[in-house]
């Protein structure tokens, strides 16, 4: 996969690329907005529950390299009926034994093995019908696809928590897989031929970055640990500690989503000026440190509702600042740098829950200086890889 390559933008494939990962991140975060039901109806541990999040990224830790080489190698086409295959059974299986929380840990394991390969399939499908003239505004798009999925499963579980019914978010999704399946069969058009025959082409011989990758993909290990512990556990804080009903939970946990998802797009529109990478990645990292190490500060709602948003704009502006590396950094090895970065992020999304599961056991007040520590050290990274981004040898796919 190469960044930017095509003649002109073929738009249905940039929209079924981020269509299959946004369905990706519905069912990851299906889960969360309506985990206080399921932990009152069927007394899941609050262990075993934050790995109903976390053992998503198990699959990704160990197959995301590979999807990133089996693609870029023979397309996208068989990774994207496995992604599906795997969500759908997944989602299946929790929907059918939710009493059981090993049926559904097992469900979700599943639907993990399923977003691993939707997680790779789905940019690369992107990021190969964009012409360089968009690829900042696809770049943009793409990184918006976990906050799309977290809207609209967040949108699905205040109607289903209002009728006492959390089934709503499975059904929904299983019916959206269903459908996505249905545009895949039906699609043999020009995105999928240029995604195959860029494919069919060999590697580059230029040496990998491997340094800055890996720094990269720890910049992402570091911030999605945070993120994703603050998206798994904020409607069961908002609950227990904020003492906010179940609907009023999730429409304020919609709140960063939404701020975050406009963030995407702008950020995505910055970066047609490569020189704006560095600075914006480390801007949006300190933001959601100085967030963590405040919240002792938050007084009352307008101090939360404050925060709140303050984290949105850094979740926004840092996951699309990390979805260009790859191509800033790796040129023409674009989707090798991305199987990597992802590995990083994989890596974080499976501590960060269960890390976060385990202090609010305990008190939640010591999450602010574990996670504000957190994002201490990515900030230090992240300038980092600015520094490296800023050297004029640089290659770039910009």
Known sequence: MTVGKTASTDWAGVGFGVGLASLAALHLFKLPPVLPALIARYHYDHVLAGGFMSVYALAGIGLSLAVGRWIGRRGPRIAVWAALAGLFAGASIGLLAPESGQAMLAGRAVEGVGFAFAAIAGPAIALASASPRHSGLVIGAIAAWIPTGQLAA?????????????????????????????????????????????????????????????????????????????????????????????PAAALAYALPVATLLACNLLTGLAL????????????????????????????????????????????????????????????ANAARGFSVLMTGRNIGVFAGPLLLAWISSADW???????????????????????????????TSR
């Open 154 to 246: 967040t949108a699905m579980a205040r109607l289903s928590l209002a009728a006492d019914w959390w089934q709503g978010p499975w059904i929904a999704a299983l019916a959206a897989t269903a459908l996505m399946a249905v545009w895949h069969a039906r699609r043999r058009d020009r995105h999928q031929a240029a995604s195959e025959a860029t494919a069919s082409r060999p590697g580059s011989t230029a040496a990998f970055p491997w340094p800055a990758m890996a720094v990269g993909a720890g910049v992402f290990m570091l911030w999605s640990g945070q993120y994703f512990a603050f998206m798994t556990w904020l409607p069961l804080y908002l609950v227990d500690v904020g003492g906010l009903a179940g």
């Open 272 to 331: 047609r000026r490569r020189d704006r990478l560095g600075p914006l990645l480390v801007v949006g990292l300190a933001a959601q440190a100085v967030v963590w190490l405040a919240v002792p500060l938050a007084g009352g709602t307008a101090g939360a509702v404050a925060l709140l948003l303050f984290y949105g704009i850094g979740a926004g502006i840092t996951p699309t600042c990390l979805f260009a590396l790859p191509g800033a950094l790796a040129g």
């Open 365 to 395: 007040a010591v999450a602010v200086p574990v996670f504000g520590g957190t994002g201490a050290m990515a900030v230090l990274a992240g300038l980092w890889v600015a520094r490296r981004l800023a050297r004029p040898d640089q290659g």
